[in-house]
Structures are given as structure tokens and as C-alpha cells.
């Protein structure tokens, strides 16, 4: 899996795209711990 993004950066990525690509995988995260946190919580 890692050679497959190393092969990806290696081509031109505009900034903004790799910044919302980070942002929605931080968002995803973010709402798992979230859910993962309320469950064991409640």
C-alpha cells in the first residue's frame, strides 16, 4: 500500500487537493474516535 502512494506523490499533486484529500481522511478519523469513544462511554 505504501508503493502505491509513493508512485502517487511522485506525480505533480495540486496542494489544495492533497490538503482536502488530508482533511477528509483527519474528519473521518476524527468521527470514528468519536463514535468509538460515545459507544464505550454509554
Aim: no cysteine; glycine share 4%; net charge negative.
Amino acid at each position: 500500500m505504501k508503493d502505491v502512494l509513493y508512485e502517487f506523490e511522485e506525480e505533480t499533486i495540486p496542494p489544495v487537493v492533497a490538503m482536502a484529500a488530508a482533511a477528509l481522511v483527519g474528519l473521518f478519523a476524527l468521527g470514528f474516535v468519536y463514535k468509538l469513544v460515545s459507544v464505550l462511554v454509554l
